[in-house]
T-cell receptor
Framework: QQQVKQSPQSLIVQKGGIPIINCAYE??????FPWYQQFPGKGPALLIA?????SEKKEGRFTISFNKSAKQFSLHIMDSQPGDSATYFC???????????FGQGTTLQVKP | ETGVTQSPTHLIKTRGQQVTLRCSSQ?????VSWYQQALGQGPQFIFQ???????GRGNFPPRFSGLQFPNYSSELNVNALELDDSALYLC????????????FGPGTRLLVL
């Protein structure tokens, strides 16, 4: 019962490129959409998050675009660096349950 | 401000055994959620604890159980371990009063042989 679908599964860009990761959700009972970055052997670290009443949020080189009507949101990484190479997960938080539903993850490689 | 800590970092068990994993929540956080992350997958919600009571559960059997203590730390117990229980177990803490953000610990890597 996958409620959050993430794509692509993997992504390779050159340094300075702008990788874009997309997520779509099926349930409207979500009220908060965070993105997490995870390095091998580590727990997920919160990168940036957005609420559905906002269409875009920018923090440093990371931007979330949110389309409520289409039930889609995406992460853009500006001026990507080799240190950004990691796995990225989108998630949606249940309004009532408070639990996070994660996408399947995107493995990003930024080549020098 | 201390972050979320988990212990142990790694654990090897055999099928049928029982395991207890521990989590200390971030200072000031009153809610703890547990997730299971299989290799190459996103974390899957197991359950959440608030005020020492289970407050929501994912699609996990009853042999997965937990506790939350008055200091908001938490334990995850898994009985009758199965090979498929091999995964990274993540604990996340949050403050129910002030927001939605869940902060994750480094996880415990469990291998069931």
């Amino acid at each position: 019962q996958q409620q959050v679908k993430q794509s692509p599964q993997s992504l390779i860009v050159q340094k300075g490129g702008i990788p874009i990761i997309n997520c779509a959700y099926e349930n409207t009972a979500f009220d908060y959409f965070p993105w997490y970055q995870q390095f091998p052997g580590k727990g997920p670290a919160l990168l940036i998050a957005i609420r559905p009443d906002v269409s875009e949020k920018k923090e440093g080189r990371f931007t979330i675009s949110f389309n409520k009507s289409a039930k889609q949101f995406s992460l853009h990484i500006m001026d990507s660096q080799p240190g950004d190479s990691a796995t990225y997960f989108c998630a949606a938080r249940g309004r009532v349950t408070g639990k996070l539903i994660f996408g399947q993850g995107t493995t990003l490689q930024v080549k020098p | 401000e201390t972050g979320v800590t988990q212990s142990p970092t790694h654990l090897i068990k055999t099928r049928g055994q029982q395991v207890t994993l521990r989590c200390s929540s971030q200072s000031g956080h009153n809610t703890v959620s547990w997730y299971q992350q299989a290799l190459g997958q996103g974390p899957q919600f197991i359950f959440q604890y608030y005020r020492e009571e289970e407050n929501g559960r994912g699609n996990f059997p009853p042999r997965f159980s937990g506790l939350q203590f008055p200091n908001y730390s938490s334990e995850l117990n898994v009985n009758a371990l199965e090979l498929d229980d091999s995964a990274l177990y993540l604990c996340a803490s949050s403050d129910r009063r002030s927001g939605e953000t869940q902060y994750f610990g480094p996880g415990t890597r469990l291998l069931v042989l």
